[in-house]
């Protein structure tokens, strides 16, 4: 067990619907990620947060957004989904965002999308 | 962009032999390089990790090693067990003007009793 928490752990919705992804970092940790998984393709980086601020930006689209709340966790909003937004959708956290932190993975989202 | 090469797609090793995989990056700037195990349908583990200051690095039947100058890094497992078997990611911390990691496309270890 990381320490990092995420739920739900399945989500199934429709084309054209919202949902959002939550996750709770290890505790101690500022920085917050999230990685988009698809079957059987490697991890795309999203979005990272430090301490509430974004700090970098990778291949987000703009369908969807991402905030750090005060207390640290972080949501991920889609909207308009797709089918091909049917992805496993990690969150990972690390203490400090530096360069050269360790990232701890969470368990993962599977969202569905029909 | 910055990018990274990981080959090769798909290993197969009988039980007891030696497994390599292998990373290539392009930001030269990069200086921290993990490498993750993921079994199917689960989270991302860290199994090792190597900073550029150092060239190898080693956790029992796990080592790591980095050429800065050729910007590769490879993982090498030894005395490979069935339990071994997943998808191997590495990834290089990416630091110009952001700081993101960029995940190489796995590989995926298959260890043959």
């Known amino acids: 067990d990381s320490g990092v928490t995420q739920t739900p752990k399945h989500l199934i919705t429709a084309t054209g619907q919202r949902v959002t992804l939550r996750c709770s970092p290890r505790?101690?940790?500022?920085?917050v990620y999230w990685y988009q998984q698809s079957l059987d393709q490697g991890l795309q980086f999203l979005i990272q947060?430090?301490?509430?601020?974004?700090?970098a930006k990778g291949n987000i689209l703009e369908r969807f957004s991402a905030q750090q709340f005060p207390d640290l966790h972080s949501e991920l909003n889609l909207s308009s989904l797709e089918l091909g937004d049917s992805a496993l959708y990690f969150c990972?956290?690390?203490?400090?965002?530096?360069?050269?932190?360790?990232?701890?993975f969470g368990p993962g989202t599977r969202l569905t999308v029909l | 962009g910055e990018n990274v090469e990981q080959h090769p797609s798909t290993l197969s090793v009988q039980e007891g032999d030696s497994a390599v995989i292998k990373c290539t990056y392009s930001?030269?700037?990069?200086?921290?390089f993990p490498w993750y195990k993921q079994e199917l349908g689960k989270r991302p583990q860290l199994i090792i990790d190597?900073?550029?200051?150092?060239g190898e690095k080693k956790d029992q039947r796990i080592a790591v090693t980095l050429n800065k100058t050729a910007k590769h890094f490879s993982l090498h497992i030894t005395e490979t067990q069935p339990e071994d078997s997943a998808v191997y990611f590495c990834?290089?911390?990416?630091?110009?003007?952001?700081?993101?990691?960029?995940f190489g496309t796995g590989t995926r270890l298959k260890v043959l009793a």
């Open positions: 947060y430090y301490n509430g601020e974004e700090r």
């Open positions: 930001d030269s700037a990069s200086n921290y």
């Open positions: 990972a956290s690390s203490p400090q965002g530096a360069e050269t932190d360790t990232q701890y």
């Open positions: 505790s101690g940790d500022l920085s």
């Open positions: 990834a290089a911390r990416h630091t110009s003007g952001t700081y993101k990691y960029i």
């Open positions: 190597i900073r550029s200051n150092v």
